[in-house]
């Protein structure tokens, strides 16, 4: 029906929240101009905005994008903020592609001549229909026109500040990570809650590291590199550990293959056998408590 799409898409539709295609926020694969690239996205209708707001239409749907970047708390860390799908010297004749840029929420970028297997694209799916299930949640109407409206006559939200005491931490961790070392504690004891209540390594080796309380989901929106830290350190201990010889068998799974395995390093034990390690890593003590995803938990 209608036009060929310059970029073809394939929309996953929540008739509660969606009417079309071009009014309604969705969960859609875009296809970049060029065909190198397929984004995963947490999008909205670019049409609505363009007849209806005419000339401020790009300011206002970059603007509800924005207020929904920072105002939904299941939006991965890993995410995209914003996607590319064109070459911004071409001149095209239709507003479709920057529309589809600008209402992007969030999104994951695959390498179509690379794509990483089923199992990361459906768990990629499944948190950003997390993210539409909490945005349908959040607002008391359904009505796509009424929530662009509530979010345009809203005051938009201060971005959460990572404090001075926590960034220098971050900072000091990064500059000295060459120097860490991990030190084996008693085993973490598991209580009947959410959350595992310690950690399974401590960091030392350095002076000057302040060990800091903090909240899981503020490390999950503003220090991901942490966590990213955390699993080179492990992914370094395990090399050493399993020795030259079987060093090719250590994968640092999350980076290379992605987050939709459960856990985010795969190694060897002492008979050669596979095993999976799922890295937690925190600024905090011991005792910090951290999130462990229902897909990790099953992987156990």
């Avoid at 310059?6 to 969705?26: E, H, K």
């Avoid at 690379?114 to 359904?142: A, G, H, M, W």
């Avoid at 900072?171 to 973490?188: A, D, G, R, Y």
Wanted: aromatic fraction near 12%; include cysteine.
């Amino acid at each position: 029906m209608g036009n060929w799409a310059l970029i073809p898409w394939v929309v996953f539709f929540d008739d509660r929240i969606s009417i079309s295609a071009t009014r309604g926020f969705d969960v859609v694969f875009l296809f970049s101009l060029d065909c190198q690239s397929l984004f995963l996205s947490l999008n909205q209708g670019w049409t609505y905005y363009h007849e209806k707001y005419k000339t401020s239409g790009r300011e206002k749907i970059q603007r509800v994008s924005k207020y929904l970047q920072r105002e939904l708390s299941s939006i991965p860390a890993n995410k995209q903020s914003t996607i590319k799908l064109y070459d911004k010297s071409l001149k095209l004749r239709t507003s479709l592609p920057e529309g589809y840029e600008l209402g992007n929420i969030a999104a994951f970028k695959y390498d179509l001549h690379d794509l990483p297997d089923d199992q990361t694209i459906l768990s990629n799916v499944t948190q950003l229909y997390d993210c539409l299930n909490e945005l349908r949640s959040t607002f008391k109407t359904t009505s796509f026109e009424q929530i662009i409206n509530q979010i345009l006559n809203s005051p938009m939200p201060q971005a959460k500040v990572i404090s001075k005491e926590k960034e220098t931490s971050s900072v000091l961790l990064k500059q000295n990570f060459n120097q860490l070392s991990i030190e084996e504690t008693t085993t973490p004891i598991h209580h009947d809650t959410n959350f595992v209540s310690e950690a399974p390594a401590a960091y030392n080796g350095f002076k000057g590291f302040k060990q800091v309380k903090q909240d899981y989901v503020l490390r999950e929106e503003n220090n991901s590199k942490i966590g990213f830290l955390g699993e080179k350190l492990i992914l370094a201990f395990e090399k050493q550990r399993v020795g030259l010889k079987n060093q090719a068998k250590v994968i640092h799974v999350s980076d290379k293959l992605g987050d939709g395995y459960g856990y985010d390093i795969q190694s060897v034990d002492h008979d050669g056998k596979p095993i999976f390690i799922e890295v937690k890593t925190t600024l905090g003590g011991k005792k910090t408590p951290f999130h462990f995803s229902a897909n990790g938990i099953h992987r156990r």
